[in-house]
Structures are given as structure tokens and as C-alpha cells.
């Protein structure tokens, strides 16, 4: 693969993964105001947000043109499990030193997309490269 392909590759990545943040902060903040603690808040958030980037990143960011696998589905799900609970701790220890949810959201989104792109490319996609 060549630098270019990498970084379109990543570049559709960071598309599908700002708008799968989109989604994250915006059910979070949607159910932070409506009384939900901020850390429950965070499970159905993840949740969407993660079911949307799968397809979104399968169709759009690796081009996946076969049906899917059951292989494929259980790489996703512990990948996808793994960055969860990297986000999640990530967000419980900035909100609990007072961080508003929304940037802590951002932060941990933050924090976990360079290795999300790898282990999404290297482990889930692989043999769509």
C-alpha cells in the first residue's frame, strides 16, 4: 500500500470516526440533560456510536465488498470492546476530576484514535487491503 493509500485510507477513517464521535457526544450530552449520570450516559452512546462506525468504516474507509464473516465479526467486537473500555476509563477519570462529559468525551476519542486505526486495519480489515 502505498503513503497515499495510507492516507486516504486514514483520512476516511478520521471522517467516519468524527462522525461516529458526533453520535457518541451527542446521545451523551442528549442524556446527561435529560438526568442521566454522565457515566451511565456513556453505555448507549458507545454502544451507537461503535454499531454505526463498523458499517460506516466497513463500507466506506476499507471498501468491503463480501458479506460478512463471522471471523470479521468477532475481531470487530473484541477490537471494538478493547477501545471501548480504553474510552470509557479514559472519560470516568477525567469527568471524575470535573471535566465536562463532552470534552471528556473528546479527550478520550481523542486519545484512542491512532491505535483504533491500527487495529482496525491490521486485525478487523485486514484482507480487505
Not at 19 to 32: H, K
Request: hydrophobic share 55%.
Amino acid at each position: 500500500m502505498t503513503n497515499r493509500n495510507k492516507s486516504t485510507l486514514f483520512f476516511r477513517f478520521l471522517l467516519v470516526g468524527g462522525s461516529g464521535f458526533l453520535i457518541d457526544a451527542g446521545i451523551t450530552y442528549l442524556l446527561s440533560a435529560l438526568g442521566v449520570s454522565p457515566w451511565l450516559a456513556r453505555i448507549p452512546a458507545i454502544a451507537l456510536a461503535m454499531a454505526y462506525t463498523w458499517a460506516a468504516n466497513r463500507h466506506f474507509t476499507y471498501d468491503v465488498k463480501t458479506g460478512r464473516t463471522a471471523g470479521e465479526a468477532l475481531r470487530y467486537t473484541i477490537v471494538a470492546a478493547a477501545m471501548a473500555l480504553l474510552n470509557y476509563i479514559f472519560y470516568f477519570v477525567l469527568t471524575s476530576n470535573g471535566v465536562w462529559p463532552v470534552a471528556a468525551v473528546t479527550i478520550a476519542t481523542a486519545c484512542q484514535t491512532i491505535l483504533s486505526f491500527h487495529l482496525y486495519r491490521h486485525i478487523v480489515f485486514r484482507k480487505f487491503q
